[in-house]
C-alpha cells in the first residue's frame, strides 16, 4: 500500500488544482460591490461608476458603486478592510489611503497590511489658482508677491487631508512661507469662495477647473504634475517655473480585503486592465483631464510600492503643518 502513495498524492493535488480551477472560473457569480469613500457626484465617485460600468460589462455581472462617507475616507477604509474577504467587496481610494495614517493615530486599519491590492486606476493633476483679480499674472509675480505678502493670502482648502490642502501645505513649505488656511467642506464650496474673491488662492484637480481656466473665471498659474497635461498643454508646471520636483495629483487605487483568493483578485486585476483600456473609460477620463496609468502601474506590486512612498512623502509634510483630526 505504501508503494502506492505517491499516486495517492499525486490524485489528492490534481483534485485540489481541478477544484481551484473550477472555483475561479466561476468567479464572479454574484455583484460585487465597489466602495467609495466620497459623497455621489463626487470626483472619485465619477472615476468608479465609469470604471463599474466597463468593469460589470467585463466580469459579466453588476458593480454596485456604494458611497460610504465620513471621516476622510476612513469609515469606507475600515468597512472593507473588515468586510468578508470573499471577492464581492473592493475599495477604491485615492491619496488618503497614504495620508491617514499621519492624520488619525486611532485608525481601525493599516493600510499596508489590512488589504489585499488590486491596481492603479488613472491620476488627475491638480492645478494653481488665484481669484480672478488677484494681483499676480503668473507664477513668477505669484512668488514674488507672496514672499512680500505672506500673511495677507488666504488659502482655501477642502479641509484636513485633503489633496487641495497637501497641494497647499507643499506649497508653503516649497516657498519658505506660511499663508491664511481657509478649510471648507469640500472642494466645491472652497471653488465657490475663489470665484466670489473671498479667499484668494486654490488647489484643485482638473475635473472641476478647467472649465473655469477655460472660461477666464480664475488666474491660472500652472499644473502640479511634473509633466504638462495633454488637456491643457501649453500650461506650464509649478516644477518647470521654480519649484524643483514639485508634484501633487489625485491618484486612485483598488483595494480587497486581506484575505481575498488570489485568483478572485488576479480575475479582478485582468478586468480591470481590460475596463482602463476601453475607448468608453478612456473618452471619458480624458473629458475629466484625468490620465488613465500606464500598464506598469496596473498591477498590485505598483500599487502597494506606491502608497508606501506616499506615505513616507506626505507623513513629514502633515507633521511639519501639525495637522492631526483626532
Not at 485540489?16 to 465597489?34: N, V
Request: net charge neutral.
Amino acid at each position: 500500500m505504501a508503494t502506492h502513495r505517491p499516486l495517492y498524492v499525486a490524485i489528492a493535488t490534481m483534485t485540489l488544482t481541478m477544484a481551484s480551477a473550477a472555483m475561479a472560473a466561476d468567479y464572479p457569480s454574484r455583484p460585487i460591490t465597489l466602495v467609495v469613500p466620497f459623497a455621489a457626484g463626487g470626483p472619485t465617485d465619477v472615476v468608479a461608476r465609469s470604471l463599474g460600468a466597463e468593469l460589470g460589462k467585463e466580469l459579466k455581472q453588476p458593480i454596485v458603486v456604494e458611497n460610504r462617507t465620513g471621516a476622510g475616507g476612513t469609515v469606507a477604509a475600515a468597512h472593507v478592510a473588515n468586510a468578508q474577504p470573499d471577492g464581492y467587496t473592493y475599495l477604491i481610494h485615492h491619496n488618503g489611503m497614504a495620508t491617514a495614517p499621519a492624520l488619525y493615530s486611532s485608525l481601525k486599519y493599516d493600510p499596508l497590511k489590512s488589504f489585499e491590492y488590486v491596481g492603479e486606476v488613472v491620476d488627475v493633476p491638480m492645478t494653481l489658482l488665484a481669484r480672478k483679480d488677484f494681483p499676480p499674472n503668473n507664477m513668477a509675480e505669484f512668488i514674488e508677491y507672496a514672499k512680500a505678502n505672506a500673511d495677507k493670502i488666504n488659502l482655501a482648502n477642502a479641509g484636513p487631508g485633503a489633496v487641495s490642502q497637501l497641494c497647499g501645505s507643499l506649497l508653503q513649505q516649497a516657498l519658505g512661507l506660511k499663508f491664511t488656511t481657509i478649510p471648507y467642506q469640500g472642494t466645491g464650496p472652497a471653488m465657490t469662495a475663489l470665484l466670489g474673491s473671498q479667499v484668494d488662492v486654490l488647489c484643485d484637480q482638473t475635473t472641476q477647473t478647467i472649465p473655469h481656466i477655460q472660461a477666464g473665471n480664475v488666474k491660472f498659474y500652472g499644473v502640479t504634475t511634473k509633466d504638462r497635461i495633454s488637456k491643457l498643454p501649453d500650461a506650464p508646471t509649478l516644477n518647470e517655473q521654480g519649484l524643483k520636483d514639485f508634484e501633487v495629483k489625485v491618484w486612485h487605487g483598488i483595494y480587497a480585503p486581506k484575505g481575498t483568493p488570489a485568483q478572485d483578485v488576479a480575475v479582478f486585476n485582468h478586468a480591470l486592465k481590460t475596463a482602463l483600456n476601453s475607448p468608453a473609460f478612456k473618452q471619458k477620463m480624458a473629458d475629466l483631464g484625468a490620465e488613465i496609468v500606464s500598464e506598469e502601474r496596473q498591477t498590485s506590486e505598483s500599487l502597494q510600492n506606491w502608497v508606501q512612498s506616499e506615505i513616507n512623502k506626505w507623513t513629514p509634510v502633515l507633521k511639519a503643518e501639525g495637522i492631526n483630526v483626532n
